[in-house]
């Protein structure tokens, strides 16, 4: 008996020294199943709606990430979400992301949004530019909490765009392209792209064409075709400023620049040089005669060349910069206004009499005398620089957009002096359009776009002349020139007429209720 109370003691000792929870590890294991169970269930936890608090603790780690680890939030998976989903209650699951993404852009998205990825590398990142516009937009979408489910992304080749016409696409913006004509100009006869959101527009240039054709026709004159660049120097002394005004005017050296021109295949006649002097600094413009583009591009190349060779025989010129303003690109200014820049068009036409009365709606001495008092005396009180005219920046601006033109060289093609004279006795209008700086081009730029390049093939102008360099952007400004004829004519018609209002109203106003437009 004494052994078996001693037995027991010393079991009751044992169990003492090893502990309760081990005993209790022993004896209330729980099955393995059980053990599965629980785990699943903290997949759930992290997946579900508690997920948050758990991410905060884990992403909270100073230390960067290794880079074998993936540190991303589970909320960025949509694939962990969806292999929990049919196990777990509905009400822990949460929508993951904004937009479904594939699982490897999530990541790339999520480097966007933090900023360890810059924005502008996706592409060459990538290889890929239409994954990277919808990268960027989701990611700007998600950093600004604005949605840009308005703006299309499919349908446009971000490829032709790639490192010559936009950087960081996240879409592109729809404009409706309008027709007007056939505008007769020059013997042929034309349909002219216009892309704009303003009603009537069309509408009445379209009308003018109508009153053009019938009156037999529009002709163009180009009187000046050459872009300029003004690039600035300075010198210690304004004397050596000007010699170097003298030097470039001086003939016997006017062939030595102009080989520096004539290394471009494009240029076609040497350049003209004039030099204005401003105390010490010095700005020297160059005129080129460019081809089938507008001509910024080969300014800007040669122009260095220029340079460099005026250098070697006035070392002292330090050149401050490729461009001093004198040439006035994207600026209005009274040298592209008198001397002109681009392409200098004037376009004319004699419309008769009953033309203007049945088609236009007016008389002749109501618009000569219209014209006299808004375009020219209107314009003058207001003191306008190149603008004499009704609307020719609507024209330029529509049909620059429609061809792929730099829209901000509106500013100086739309220079424009309107003109309305009563011939023969009175009985009919000659009218007419004077427009010295108009600078597009048919190559390079916006032009090698699908649309714009369709528009451009609509006027038979598209792509480079083989046979004469420079013609189809030199077509191209002449028919700028008699678009603004037409649509000058129209509007100063409806303006006499008193229709202009009535018109607008009726073309360029919607008649839906927009409180009832879902958004």
Not at 285 to 302: I, N, P
Request: glycine content about 8%.
């Amino acid at each position: 008996m004494a052994a078996i109370v001693a037995f027991v003691a010393s079991f009751i000792y044992l169990v003492g020294f090893f502990g309760v929870d081990f005993v209790q590890s022993l004896i209330l294991r729980p099955a393995g199943d059980v053990w599965t169970a629980v785990d699943e269930d903290d997949e759930v936890v992290v997946a579900g709606a508690d997920h948050d608090k758990i991410l905060l603790k884990e992403d909270s780690r100073s230390s960067p990430c290794g880079q074998a680890l993936d540190c991303a939030p589970v909320v960025q998976k949509p694939k962990l979400v969806d292999s929990v989903v049919q196990d777990a209650p509905k009400e822990k699951v949460i929508e993951a992301v904004p937009s479904a993404m594939p699982e490897e852009d999530e990541e790339i998205i999520k480097s966007v949004v933090e900023g360890k990825m810059p924005s502008y590398s996706l592409e060459a990142k990538l290889g890929d530019c239409k994954r990277a516009a919808a990268i960027r937009r989701e990611a700007l979408q998600r950093m600004t909490g604005k949605s840009l489910s308005g703006l299309p992304l499919e349908g446009f080749d971000y490829e032709s765009i790639l490192g010559q016409c936009c950087e960081m696409p996240v879409g592109y913006v729809q404009l409706p392209v309008g027709i007007a004509g056939p505008l007769l100009l020059d013997g042929r006869e034309y349909s002219v792209p216009m892309a704009t959101t303003e009603g009537c527009l069309v509408a009445s240039t379209n009308r003018g064409c109508k009153a053009i054709f019938v009156s037999g026709g529009a002709t163009s004159v180009l009187l000046r075709d050459g872009m300029t660049r003004a690039p600035i120097v300075r010198f210690a002394t304004a004397k050596r400023a000007a010699d170097l005004k003298f030097f470039v005017e001086n003939p016997a050296n006017f062939e030595s620049l102009a080989r520096y021109f004539q290394q471009v295949q494009l240029i076609r006649k040497a350049p003209e040089h004039q030099v204005c002097d401003r105390g010490e600094e010095s700005v020297h413009e160059v005129l080129l005669q460019h081809g089938r583009c507008d001509g910024h591009e080969h300014g800007l190349e040669r122009s260095p060349n220029v340079l460099d060779f005026l250098q070697s025989d006035f070392p002292d010129m330090d050149v401050l910069g490729i461009s001093g303003n004198f040439c006035a690109d994207k600026k209005p200014a009274a040298v592209n206004w008198i001397e002109g820049r681009g392409k200098s068009v004037v376009c004319e036409a004699t419309i008769k009499g009953d033309v203007v009365r049945k088609v236009l709606k007016t008389s002749v001495e109501a618009l000569v005398e219209l014209n006299m008092l808004k375009n020219l005396t209107g314009s003058a009180m207001a003191g306008a620089l190149g603008g004499f005219n009704a609307h020719a920046s609507n024209i330029v601006a529509a049909i620059f957009i429609a061809t792929g033109q730099d829209p901000a060289q509106n500013v100086e093609s739309s220079h424009c002096i309107t003109m309305m004279e009563a011939i023969n006795d009175g009985k009919d209008l000659h009218v007419s359009v004077t427009m010295p700086s108009i600078e597009v081009g048919t190559v390079g730029g916006g032009t090698q776009l699908a649309s714009q390049s369709a528009c451009l093939n609509l006027l038979g102008v598209k792509g480079a002349n083989k046979e004469l360099a420079g013609a189809n952007s030199r077509l191209l400004a002449t028919v700028v020139s008699g678009a603004v004829l037409a649509a000058e004519l129209s509007l100063m018609s409806a303006i006499a007429a008193g229709q202009l209002v009535k018109s607008h109203m009726k073309y360029n106003r919607s008649s839906k209720d927009v409180t009832k437009v879902s958004s």
